[in-house]
């Protein structure tokens, strides 16, 4: 890939109103649409279940209506070396997807010969931004799994060249679809005043803290609270995390992270008409009808500057920290990691 010019960077980042440097010259109406009502899938990484669950739900015989036309047709199994949970499950989640009538290649460019859409499914976000910009590169629309990416940089980094060669994704944990969250998010209980969301918070040693598991319950927590968060504060235990955020109305949202007793996904919003209980997850469905409405009409479903202060309100955690506790402005957390993504796209070639 060419090195993202100066010029260009400058020209986008010059759009007036910046806020607190979220990135508003990455908007939706900078990405193409598209609209298909058919199309090859491909998949990078057979480390995930989720890998599993969306070629059994495409290419079953008995797929749904709203599925039809759109299939995985070839994988790339990809993994980690470092991250045990990821080179274990590679050969019996590739004996899986070929039983489905699935090509393994061995290599994304080899893939992206053979589809039009890409899921990026890789466990580890680490390489998410040299597998995404490959995939940029060569036009193919695709959805990121959790974790985005590895730092908050790469993923302002991913987000500003796709903006660039106007190629659109999008990343979401499939808790953000969860059915009682969107009927908070749609009003059900009126305005929202505040929530408390929960997932469990497994760590990995290679990423931020929250990138790995607690995403889930911060993803929650975002789907019903909004954009807006400019504060955060954390504690820690060994068996636990608890995350407070201030919005900027003065509203406020907690995450609890557990790492014992029984996985469980769920929250509190409380609203002007009462609070309502969030549960229960049920899968991954409802995030894939989103994946594939975005590849028949080109159209992002979050807005990428929603996705981005869900990885600085991750970030400020880990500062907070860090500094023991501390208040941490994600204006500020943001600023610095926007440095960050500018060397990294002025060193990409």
């Known amino acids: 890939m060419k090195p993202y010019s100066r010029r260009q960077f400058m020209l986008h980042t010059s759009v007036a109103g910046l806020g607190w440097g979220l990135s508003s010259f990455i908007q939706p109406s900078l990405f193409k649409t598209a609209v298909a009502s058919s199309g090859r ?45 990821s080179t274990k499950r590679i050969p019996g989640y590739t004996d899986e997807v070929k039983k489905m009538g699935v090509e393994i290649v061995d290599s994304i460019a080899t893939l992206l010969t053979k589809v039009d859409f890409v899921l990026l499914e890789t466990n580890d976000g680490r390489p998410h931004l040299q597998q995404g910009i490959e995939v940029i590169k060569a036009g193919k629309p695709l959805f990121i799994d959790k974790p985005v990416a590895g730092t908050l940089a790469d993923a302002i980094a991913l987000y500003e060249i796709s903006a660039s060669l106007h190629v659109p994704f999008f990343s979401s944990s499939s808790l953000r679809y969860m059915e009682s969250a969107q009927e908070a998010a749609s009003g059900k209980m009126g305005k929202i005043l505040g929530a408390d969301c929960f997932s469990p918070a497994t760590l990995e040693k290679t990423h931020p803290d929250l990138f790995w598991y607690g995403i889930h319950g911060v993803e929650t927590l975002y789907t019903v609270m909004g954009m807006g968060c400019e504060k955060v504060t954390r504690k820690q235990t060994e068996g636990t995390e608890i995350v407070v955020g201030v919005w900027n109305d003065g509203r406020v949202g907690t995450f609890r992270g557990t790492r014992t007793g029984k996985h469980e996904y769920g929250g509190t919003v409380y609203g002007e008409k009462g609070p309502m209980i969030l549960g229960p997850y049920k899968g991954y469905d409802n995030l894939l009808d989103k994946i594939i409405e975005f590849f028949k009409t080109g159209t992002m479903p979050i807005d990428p500057k929603e996705t981005l202060e869900i990885y600085t309100f991750m970030e400020a955690a880990d500062e907070s920290k860090r500094k023991g506790g501390k208040e941490i402005s994600l204006q500020e957390i943001f600023t610095l990691h926007k440095k960050k993504a500018t060397h990294i796209i002025h060193s990409i070639n």
């Open 41 to 85: 899938i491909g998949i990078i990484g057979l480390d995930t279940s989720h890998s599993i669950a969306f070629t059994k739900a495409l290419n079953s015989a008995d797929s749904p209506e709203k599925y039809k036309g759109f299939r995985v047709v070839a994988a790339y199994p990809n993994g980690s070396a470092d991250i045990e949970s």
